[in-house]
T-cell receptor, first 111, second 112 residues
Framework: GQQLNQSPQSMFIQEGEDVSMNCTSS?????WLWYKQDPGEGPVLLIA?????ELTSNGRLTAQFGITRKDSFLNISASIPSDVGIYFC???????????FGKGTHLIIQP | DAMVIQNPRYQVTQFGKPVTLSCSQT?????MYWYQQKSSQAPKLLFH???????NEADTPDNFQSRRPNTSFCFLDIRSPGLGDAAMYLC???????????FGQGTRLTVV
């Protein structure tokens, strides 16, 4: 099946720092998505990417769809306490097929 | 304002006792999905409905069934829950032809 390699697995940072995480795959995908999940809640869509090379921002978040269509990264600038959570990359097969998720990056902000 | 609503948020069931989880949506999306998420893992797709067409993932156990009586509602039935079925169950929806999926808050299932 499809496999996504998401890294890092966890990040311990100070408030105000910038964060970067990425996902890679051995297969080509036409859509890359980034979700955030808070404890006990469902994932919330942050950014959707549909074109190779596309760079998209959502507030302090920026994500890029790799030119090879096999990778994507997510950056968070000037982190704040509410950024704590688990960030998942996900890819879709197109149409109604469900999403395949990476294993997640657990972001922890140290006081 | 909630667009994908799951009930209940927390469900405790006895080993082997059938349980049903429900999901409703106000987005009028064609596709509804059920995912299982175990602790510290990524969500895993169980099955989905494309309109009325049911699509099962190859590795979803027979113990898991689903019903979609209309566009707005979808149910997950676990016929004989085992201890290994304790997990967060997530419902999601998407438009026809799109891959963006919108998730509900999940139902945390505990099997005792």
């Amino acid at each position: 099946g499809q496999q996504l390699n998401q890294s890092p697995q966890s990040m311990f940072i100070q408030e105000g720092e910038d964060v970067s995480m990425n996902c890679t795959s051995s297969s080509i995908f036409n859509t890359w998505l980034w979700y955030k999940q808070d404890p006990g809640e469902g994932p919330v869509l942050l950014i959707a990417l549909y074109k190779a090379g596309e760079l998209t921002s959502n507030g302090r978040l920026t994500a890029q769809f790799g030119i090879t269509r096999k990778d994507s990264f997510l950056n968070i600038s000037a982190s704040i306490p509410s950024d704590v959570g688990i960030y998942f990359c996900a890819v879709g097969g197109g149409g109604a097929d469900g999403l395949t998720f990476g294993k997640g990056t657990h972001l922890i902000i140290q006081p | 304002d909630a667009m994908v609503i799951q009930n209940p948020r927390y469900q405790v069931t006895q080993f082997g006792k059938p349980v049903t989880l429900s999901c409703s949506q106000t987005l009028n999306h064609n596709v509804m999905y059920w995912y299982q998420q175990k602790s510290s893992q990524a969500p895993k797709l169980l099955f989905h409905y494309y309109d009325k067409d049911f699509n099962n993932e190859a590795d979803t156990p027979d113990n898991f069934q689903s019903r979609r009586p209309n566009t707005s509602f979808c149910f997950l039935d676990i016929r004989s829950p085992g201890l290994g079925d304790a997990a967060m169950y997530l419902c999601a929806t998407s438009n026809r032809g799109g891959t963006e999926a919108f998730f509900g808050q999940g139902t945390r299932l505990t099997v005792v």
